[in-house]
Antibody, heavy 118, light 113 residues
């Protein structure tokens, strides 16, 4: 059964770095047909796509302009997972964060509520 | 960015009746390489992640009841629930995957009348 399992802290202080991990079961982060995404949902922004990583003979990354200076999405082939690093967070980054597969997001992690405290 | 606009913001429908949600994109999302529209529909219930219902504007995801259908092309799309069931109460979102950044509509809240 294919699934995504998220982990990471629910509380982060302003100016610090948010780190979330998404472990993949039943598929591969190195798949040549899948892409691996981070998405967040907040009352102010709704659902917002943050970025993705994927492998097509080499690794590619795409990021939303709104976070491009602060975001890194990193694959870990040894652990079959991918991670979200979001630096210099502010209370505006408070949201539920999801990992998801592909471009029509057919598989989602369970979500992680992240609160940024000032 | 492509702006996705849903209407209405909320909708109340009687059990067994039809529910229709509209989604309009600010730019055509028709992908000429495969003659498909890069439009997906999701259902989200409280405390759960969104669930993919429809992709390529009209293809139903496996396991999705056939009362859910998608239609439209270019910039105008519709999600139809042919006969509303109690378990269909949820938020519904459209999303374009034609071009980065992928963008979502603001959501439509569906309730029972």
């Amino acid at each position: 059964q294919v699934q995504l399992q998220q982990s990471g802290p629910g509380l982060v202080k302003s100016s610090q770095t948010l780190l979330l991990t998404c472990v993949i079961s039943g598929d591969s982060v190195s798949s040549n047909i899948a892409t691996w995404n981070w998405i967040r949902k907040s009352p102010s922004r709704g659902l917002e796509w943050l970025g993705r990583t994927y492998y097509r003979s080499k690794w590619f990354h795409d990021y939303a302009l709104s976070v491009t200076s602060r975001i890194t999405i990193s694959p870990d082939t040894a652990k079959n997972q991918f991670s979200l690093h979001l630096s210099s967070v502010t209370p505006d980054d408070t949201a539920v964060y999801y990992c998801a597969r592909n471009s029509a997001f057919d598989l989602w992690g369970q979500g992680t509520m992240v609160t940024v405290s000032s | 960015d492509i702006v996705m606009t849903q209407s209405p913001d909320s909708l109340a429908v009687s059990l067994g009746e039809r529910a229709t949600i509209n989604c309009k994109s600010s730019h055509s999302i028709f992908y000429s390489s495969n003659n498909e529209n890069c439009l997906a529909w999701y259902q989200q219930k409280p405390g759960q992640p969104p669930r993919l219902l429809i992709y390529w504007a009209s293809s139903r995801e496996p396991g999705v009841p056939d009362r859910f259908s998608g239609s439209g092309s270019g910039t105008n799309f519709t999600l139809t629930i042919s006969s509303l069931q109690a378990e269909d109460v949820a938020l519904y979102y459209c999303q374009q995957y034609f071009i980065l950044p992928f963008t979502f509509g603001q959501g439509t809240k569906l309730e029972i009348k």
